[in-house]
Nanobody, 122 residues
Framework: QVQLVESGGGLVQAGGSLRLSCAAS????????MAWFRQAPGKEREFVAA????????TYADVVKGRFTISRDNAKNTVYLQMNSLKPEDTAVYYC???????????????WGQGTQVTVSS
């Protein structure tokens, strides 16, 4: 499995922006599709965005489409999540995940980071 470490979370006002990063190590980064999920208190983990190994295809949850952008830099073994126009309902712990093939279900991913907290104040 690949090891994943997220960073970039924090506290931001509604309407603001944050960029999350997820650094991968241990296995060739281009072997993996990458995704971001999030989990708010008392709620199930939900899909946010995913990207294929080549970045040719990107998929977004409807609730973030047009506001969030997923990208990756294979030379740096890093995947990013640029989050703009943040809303209080975006508050959650954000996790990056890796899998051999891209998908939108958490069960499809077998490597996970420890998560980074994003808090959006109103």
């Amino acid at each position: 499995q690949v090891q994943l470490v997220e960073s970039g979370g924090g506290l931001v006002q509604a309407g603001g922006s944050l960029r999350l990063s997820c650094a991968a190590s241990g296995r060739p980064f281009t072997n993996y599709a990458m995704a971001w999920f999030r989990q708010a208190p008392g709620k199930e983990r939900e899909f946010v965005a995913a990207i294929t190994w080549s970045a040719f295809s990107k998929t977004y949850a409807d609730v973030v489409k047009g506001r969030f952008t997923i990208s990756r830099d294979n030379a740096k073994n890093t995947v990013y999540l640029q989050m703009n126009s943040l809303k209080p309902e975006d508050t959650a712990v954000y996790y990056c995940a890796a899998a051999p093939y891209v998908g939108t279900k958490s069960a499809e991913y077998n490597s996970w980071g420890q998560g980074t907290q994003v808090t959006v104040s109103s």
